[in-house]
């Protein structure tokens, strides 16, 4: 005797009422010995039930469960725990079975591993109503997407953008708090609830902060976000600053942007890096702003050479940049763990090891202080050289030997000839580097607390001139130590 395959039939419900099914859906709605429903909640429901068409739905799994992931998991096992009993069932879904139905894609992917057939009917979505309703053309573009699971980066302004499943005021409040990431806080945007249902459609546009504050969200609800040109929402999209570096240096472009090379703009990016340290030290965030920027510009600009060049594009940058981030961190996004800095930093060094020997470089042979950027500023860069050392043991075993090696630097320099003196200073700088290492503290952020210290209270002395309406030519040595104890205590 020939066993029966078990499949399950999906088939959707349509966006409108009974008169607007397909008659082969109803006619297979009519037929079924066992027709489970994900929700009662359509306009064809009541008018089956009136006909005498036994259902059963699964609302009540939605208050069983915190999130609609765990709800749509629920619902496809019971699923195939019924199928596996009758053999075979009808499942109905509203709208379309494969427009913006979770449970469905559940089903075919489960489904084959099951030994269950997954069958798809047709019906009609919500997109065509809702195209018609508000005289959309879809040849522009347009994005559907999941209000109950969306992400910023998700948006696109230029796009027709419909967000479905907008089931309640929360999944709302979520929308709207999603999108304000990206359009300002009065953008319109429009609810529609049931479109295309005679009597019970409802369509209305609101300004983005209110969207949650509507009252007839439900099953049948979504929001439609029109496109925009808006120079305010292109300005925080990063295709458009891709696309304004590329007009730069277009023939069309700016001639200054269209001259430089890599060379030639070598210096811009660290005078940008130094500007972005400057407004951290100021604590400024609007600052920090704008110079991340200026920074961000440099890169951009490098990126577009390289990409001009046929060397590689921003999205080459971004793209090698998000694949190490992954890789070096293994006990965030893969098996390993990292139970505190140290265990993730040795993760990080084993995995910088790996990625060295697939280059070919043998770690075996190569010095222990390799790897340290040359063009660093002496000070960061002794700093590197002795910590690259202290991992291999070379190093002191007390801060009391670093304190000694610091005196006896400072007597050599004391002692030293003119031709000794570059030399000797270097010593004892270099000496006063290990001290701070030993001290945990960082030489370059502690030379910098200085700068700012000394800039403070030279700038009181000039404001004490200016108060007298005097220049350094009519004060003295004496005068001017005065005021400097005075902004000692003036700036602590």
């Not at 300005?235 to 600053?241: D, H, K, P």
């Not at 890789?327 to 995995?351: C, M, T, Y």
């Not at 000496?431 to 001290?439: G, I, K, T």
Request: net charge negative; proline share 4%.
């Amino acid at each position: 005797m020939e066993m029966k395959n078990k499949t399950i039939t999906v088939v959707g419900l349509g966006a409108g009422d009974l008169d607007q099914l397909p008659y082969g859906i109803y006619r297979t709605l009519k037929a079924a010995k066992q027709l489970y429903l994900r929700t009662k909640e359509h306009p064809v429901v009541a008018e089956l039930i009136a006909e005498g068409i036994a259902i059963e739905s699964f609302d009540a799994v939605y208050e069983q469960h915190d999130t609609f992931s765990d709800v749509y998991t629920d619902i496809v096992e019971r699923l195939f725990s019924q199928v596996n009993e009758a053999g075979s069932l009808v499942y109905a879904v509203p709208g379309h079975p494969l427009v913006a139905e979770r449970t469905v894609q559940l089903l075919l992917a489960e489904g084959p591993k099951r030994g269950v057939e997954i069958e798809i009917g047709g019906g009609q979505s919500f997109i065509d109503p809702l195209f018609a309703r508000l005289h959309i053309d879809p040849i522009e573009g347009f994005s559907l997407l999941d209000g109950t699971a969306l992400a910023a980066h998700q948006v696109s302004p230029g796009l027709h953008t419909i967000i479905a499943q907008v089931y309640d005021a929360f999944v709302a409040s979520d929308v709207k708090l999603t999108l304000m990431e990206v359009l300002p806080d009065d953008y319109e945007v429009t609810v529609a609830t049931a479109v295309g249902v005679a009597g019970q459609e409802i369509i209305e546009t609101v300004p983005l902060y209110e969207l949650d504050r509507l009252d007839h969200f439900g099953n049948l609800s979504l929001v439609y976000v029109p496109p925009t040109k808006d120079e305010k929402v292109s300005y925080r999209q990063f295709s458009y600053l891709k696309e304004i570096v590329a007009i730069l240096r277009s023939p069309d472009g700016c001639p200054w942007d269209r001259e430089q090379t890599h060379q030639s703009i070598r210096k811009n990016l660290i005078e940008e890096t130094y500007e972005v340290l400057e407004t951290i030290d100021d604590d400024d965030p609007d600052a920090m702003c704008e110079e991340l920027g200026d920074l961000l510009m440099q890169i951009m600009l490098h990126s577009q050479m390289a990409a001009e060049d046929g060397y590689f594009s921003v999205d080459d940058v971004v793209a090698t940049l998000n694949e190490k981030l992954v890789r070096r961190h293994p006990h965030v996004f893969g098996e390993k763990s990292a139970n505190d800095s140290e265990e993730a930093l040795a993760n990080w060094q084993e995995i910088k090891a790996q990625e060295k020997a697939a280059k070919g470089i043998d770690v075996t042979v190569q010095s222990q202080l390799a790897g340290i950027p040359r063009d660093l500023p002496a000070l960061m860069y002794a700093y590197k050289l002795q910590k690259k050392a202290a991992q291999v043991g070379f190093d002191w075993d007390d801060i009391a030997d670093v304190y000694k090696k610091v005196e006896e630097e400072y007597r050599e320099l004391q002692e030293a000839s003119e031709e000794e003196r570059a030399g000797e200073l270097g010593d004892l700088l270099f000496a006063v580097v290990n001290l701070a290492r030993f001290l945990g503290l960082d030489p370059e952020a502690a030379l910098a607390l200085t700068n700012n210290k000394f800039k403070k209270r030279f700038s009181y002395i000039e404001g004490k001139l200016q108060e007298a309406g005097r220049t350094f030519e009519q004060t003295d040595l004496q005068e001017m130590d005065k005021w400097w104890e005075e902004a000692k205590h003036e700036t602590r």
